[in-house]
Nanobody
Framework: QGQLAQSGGGSAQAGDSLTLSCVLSGRPFNWNDIRWYRQSPGEQREMIAE????GFANYKQDRVAVFRDSAKSTVYLQLNNMKPEDTGLYLC????????????WGQGTQVTVSS
């Protein structure tokens, strides 16, 4: 049960910053860890950042920051100094803190960066 609703994204120029949002509903926000992934054309989906229920942030890519707002049940992904290689479909995913797999997925939001 539960849903993830994503917003943000769109077109940007190299060097711009963009913030994506992921809102969790239908399950307790503070019992869930949230991850951000990027799916680029022709490439495998890769994990970019993670926000755990304890507030720990784990980054797999530079130029990004992840923020967690418990009052809004939202995790934000900030993309900074964007480059064309940041182009792709961005997805957020959630799991219960005691689970090992991320099984709840957002609908995805497209980000396109031009040089």
């Amino acid at each position: 049960q539960g849903q993830l609703a994503q917003s943000g994204g769109g077109s940007a120029q190299a060097g711009d910053s963009l913030t994506l949002s992921c809102v969790l509903s239908g399950r307790p926000f503070n019992w869930n860890d949230i991850r951000w992934y990027r799916q680029s054309p022709g490439e495998q989906r890769e994990m970019i950042a993670e926000s755990t229920r304890t507030g720990f942030a784990n980054y797999k890519q530079d130029r990004v920051a992840v923020f967690r707002d418990s009052a809004k049940s939202t995790v934000y992904l900030q993309l900074n100094n964007m480059k064309p290689e940041d182009t792709g479909l961005y997805l957020c995913a959630a799991k219960w803190y005691y689970d090992t797999e991320y099984t709840l997925w957002g609908q995805g939001t497209q980000v396109t960066v031009s040089s």
